[in-house]
């Protein structure tokens, strides 16, 4: 009998899965490629990835929703997938698509002009978005085949905002590409028995270790300095 490709397929994965063969598709969450891409190999190797459920997070999820429910004329929260390679999917969700922009919502609390304090994080007037915040929205708009995003911040005490536009750059979404390959050759090792001391955090950042369930095994590997002294 002749069946369609896409029947065929499916019937093949029934056929792996009854011999024993299948391995579901792993996935790679876009925001787990800015901070530290051993613990996105460690979380990937040990099933424990959850995206960010800090308060945070979930503050941000309550305001998406009270702006959903506001402004109503964009899809939100739409997921996104694009294939890396056999068995292994880039995902992640844009905040919301508006016609051929991806946007992106950010809440932020502002500190005030104190001592120490980075200028971004005075006021909204002096706000820009981090470069974890482009990147995600380029590997966004890349993934969906968009040209233009646009980076919303809205102060967090009263949600004042201001809107910052980026073009998608390809060469940026290349890069981005290369670091979940680099996420995959990681996963294999830690399959085959190895540890990855190669990989790395993006930029090394002493806060992503400082809050890593992983704090001990990089100690104790490579990270004399992670130490609990
Ligand atoms: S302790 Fe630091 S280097 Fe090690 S996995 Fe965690 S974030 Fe990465």
Redesign the pocket.
């Known amino acids: 009998m002749n069946l369609p490709k896409e029947i065929e397929s499916f019937n093949e994965r029934i056929r792996n899965a009854i011999n024993g063969n299948h391995r579901p598709e792993r996935r790679i969450w876009v925001t787990s490629l800015s901070y ?1 891409l ?2 996105t190999a ?1 979380d990937i190797y040990l099933n424990a990835y959850s995206p960010s459920r800090n308060w945070e997070a979930r503050i941000g999820s309550a305001l998406h929703g009270w702006l959903a429910d506001v402004v109503g004329s964009a899809e939100f929260e739409v997921p996104v997938e694009y294939q890396i390679r056999d068995g292994w999917k880039l995902v992640g969700k844009a905040e919301a698509v508006k016609g051929p922009y991806v946007l992106e919502f950010k809440f932020k609390g502002f500190e005030g002009n104190g001592e120490g304090i980075p200028r971004k994080n005075y006021d909204l007037e002096h706000a820009e978005p981090s470069r974890e915040w482009v990147e995600q929205i380029n590997a966004y708009m890349g993934m969906l085949g968009k040209e233009k995003g646009y980076i919303y911040i809205f102060d967090r005490n009263g949600l004042d905002f201001r809107v910052f536009p980026v073009e998608f750059d390809e060469t940026l979404f290349r890069r981005f590409l290369r670091r979940a390959e680099r996420v995959i050759e990681a996963v294999e090792e830690l399959e085959s028995g190895k540890f990855p001391r190669w990989i ?2 993006v930029g090394r950042k002493d806060w ?2 400082n809050r ?1 369930p ?2 001990p095994i ?1 100690a104790e590997i490579d ?1 004399e300095e ?1 130490k609990v002294r």
Do not use: A, E, I
């Open positions: 530290c051993r613990k460690l790395s955090t992503v270790c890593c992983y704090r990089c990270r992670l």
